[in-house]
Nanobody, 115 residues
């Protein structure tokens, strides 16, 4: 079982990035898929969740209207489209998959928003 994030990098304020989370060893449509982030010196926080059915999507208030979580079941990949990025979005972003007693994490990808 593996989750591999990609797409992070350095971007200017107001810019966009799309993070990808490729899953192997399980089917993402069976799991609730989420993106978390952890800034230096802070606790890890939930950014967005897409339910296994695809019918429920939740966002943290700090990213509502700017970030969009989605999935491509054919590619077994989850995405986080991030627009209008702010310096406070700087963090390591982690992909998470949860179902029943199974809870998987990726290794994280760094997002830095700075001019």
């Amino acid at each position: 079982v593996q989750l591999v994030e990609s797409g992070g990098g350095l971007v200017q304020p107001g810019g966009s990035l799309r993070l990808s989370c490729a899953a192997a060893g399980f089917t993402i449509s069976t799991y609730d898929m989420s993106w978390y982030r952890q800034a230096p010196g802070k606790e890890r926080e939930l950014v967005a969740t897409l339910s296994s059915t695809g019918r429920r999507i939740n966002y943290d208030d700090s990213v509502k209207g700017r970030f969009t979580i989605s999935r491509d079941s054919a590619k077994n990949t989850v995405y986080l489209q991030m627009n209008s990025l702010k310096p406070e979005d700087t963090a390591v972003y982690y992909c998470n998959a949860k179902w029943w007693r199974y809870d998987y994490w990726g290794q994280g990808t760094q997002v830095t928003v700075s001019s």
